[in-house]
């Protein structure tokens, strides 16, 4: 029953879409007709301007390092972290509260392994490997979603090459999947050569 409860709270919290709150909030604009249309940090930073953006990332994080603390210290279940956290990452990408029209998994899965590392114990190389790597890439490329691909196959080989909980290495291995799928457009970009670079680093 508890691991019920954690996987309804987990998605119900990740399904809040800070998003649009603040697009429409503070800004009068709702940032899924803009952009790509993605309710996620970086097309919020595109489209109404770095503030809201970071802002956005945030908030976005620490809705699922809230879902693993609570299911860390209110659940006895060995896979409750892993199951409220992979929750709270579904329900960022399809919000109940947005049309299941949400983000693309990436703050949601740094917010995981935040949790993990502030909540539950592991090492602070779980939250700072993967993201090294994300702005080393970025640096190299300038590919938001290359670097956003690459630092959650580094989270997942890091985290299951440590000797993690099982369950914690199947909810980063999914983590890592549906990043991918929820990237698979930018893929096909990437491929053609017409992905959209950064230009500020």
Same mark, same amino acid.
């Given at each position: ?182 990237? =698979? ?8 050569? =017409? ?7």
């Amino acid at each position: 029953m508890e691991l019920i409860l954690i996987s309804l709270t987990g998605y119900l919290i990740g399904s809040i879409p800070f998003a649009y709150v603040i697009g429409k909030l503070f800004y009068r604009t709702d940032v899924r007709e803009h952009g790509s249309g993605n309710l996620g940090g970086s097309n919020t930073g595109r489209v109404l301007g770095k503030k809201a953006g970071v802002t956005v990332m945030t908030l976005d994080l620490l809705k699922v390092t809230l879902v693993v603390c609570l299911a860390g210290r209110l659940c006895t279940h060995p896979g409750a972290v892993a199951l409220g956290g992979l929750s709270a990452g579904l329900g960022h990408c399809y919000p109940v509260f947005a049309q299941f029209r949400g983000g693309k998994a990436v703050a949601a899965m740094y917010g995981f392994l935040f949790g993990l590392w502030i909540f539950v114990g592991y090492s602070p190389l779980t939250f700072f490997l993967p993201l090294v790597t994300f702005l080393t890439i970025l640096f190299l490329f300038k590919i938001v979603s290359l670097s956003s691909m690459v630092s959650a196959l580094a989270a997942a080989i890091y985290v299951c090459s440590a000797g993690s909980q099982p369950s914690v290495m199947v909810a980063i291995a999914a983590f890592a999947a549906l990043i991918f799928i929820r990237h =698979r457009t930018n893929i096909r970009r990437i491929l053609c050569g =017409r992905e959209n670079k950064i230009h500020w680093m």
